[in-house]
């Protein structure tokens, strides 16, 4: 039965991929390459994470998996940044690699704030394998649920304000993409998979002292065919080496809360671990899910005291 309820749930998702197509992290807050091209070199080093999803614990092969790679850092004496962002996600048959070089160009505001401007552009491969998937009726020609793959051309833009403790967002990371022109459903008409996503971040950093500082941010995603999805997280940071946080999330599923917790095990490189647990009726058959981070600085060991990464 668990099985069953496992391919219901991942068809559901698979459908669902249209209307939300950024996958979903718990670690956004710690890196925001993945969110929007304008953070790239807003520190004075250069900086790479790598982050696996491992989504709905206990649903077998073809629940959500996402591997996400993001590094940046300043270039032109911090005028300007460069980023490379690599996304490899799987959903039931459904596969998406992406692959985005990010541009940023920096604003001095004044002396403690700046305001980066960025864009990105790549490429996206996506497919399909219906090997995985099994159909009561004839759905062959359906170009979603048939073993066929395309690249497809992405760009996309956003802003980004910062100060040392403060930071905003606005970013949308599906500016334009453009599938095949022969990409249909049912050879009926044009399928259009690529819709345009916004993103709203923002965060602050209070000292509350006793080496600790405190972190509230939020996260608010929206995409016209899909519900919005918000997120409102608060990290805590003890000293330079510790930090243990929550997040309370809404999206299309239902209500999620999310433990998070990281360490730097050197100045330069700082693990981290989060686990999501449901309100929605389908954590009667999973066990949440696992999400794993692994960061480095590249940096030296005085210019991270002196620059702490808190975002």
């Not at 300007?80 to 990010?102: E, Q, S, Y």
């Not at 920096?106 to 980066?116: R, W």
């Not at 999206?251 to 999620?256: E, I, M, Q, V």
Request: net charge positive.
């Amino acid at each position: 039965m668990k099985k069953i309820l496992s391919l219901i749930v991942v068809g559901v998702l698979s459908l669902n991929t249209y209307a939300q197509q950024d996958p979903m992290l718990s670690h956004y807050m710690f890196n925001g390459l993945f969110l929007n091209p304008a953070y790239a070199g807003t520190h004075p080093y250069a900086g790479a994470t790598l982050i696996h999803r491992q989504q709905w614990l206990g649903f077998g092969n073809g629940r959500p998996t996402t591997s996400v790679f993001g590094i940046d850092g300043p270039i032109k004496s911090e005028t300007m940044g460069l980023g490379l962002t690599f996304v490899n996600d799987n959903t039931g048959g459904f596969h998406r690699n992406d692959i985005m070089l990010n541009y940023a160009y920096h604003i001095k505001v004044s002396d403690d704030a700046k305001l980066s401007l960025g864009i990105n552009g790549g490429m996206v491969n996506l497919g399909y394998n219906n090997s995985k998937t099994f159909a009561w009726d004839d759905v062959n020609s359906d170009v979603a649920l048939s073993n066929k793959a395309f690249w497809a051309p992405k760009f996309g833009a956003g802003a980004y304000y910062y100060t040392r403790k403060f930071y905003a967002g606005f970013s949308i990371p599906t500016l334009y993409a453009k599938e095949p022109s022969n990409l249909s459903l049912n050879d009926s008409k044009q399928f259009n998979f690529f819709k345009p996503h916004y993103t709203l971040t923002a965060g602050y950093l209070f000292d509350i002292g006793s080496n600790i500082m405190l972190k509230p941010s939020f996260l608010l995603k929206y995409q016209k065919a899909a519900p919005m999805q918000f997120d409102l997280n608060c990290n805590a940071f003890f000293g330079e080496a510790f930090s243990a946080g929550l997040s309370y999330r809404l999206d299309k599923t239902g209500a999620w809360l999310v433990a998070l917790i990281s360490y730097n095990v050197t100045p330069e490189l700082r693990l981290g671990m989060s686990y999501d647990y449901t309100f929605a009726n389908i954590r009667k058959y999973n066990s949440g899910s696992l999400e794993f981070m692994l960061g480095y600085d590249f940096g030296s060991k005085t210019m991270k005291v002196k620059n702490p990464r808190y975002f």
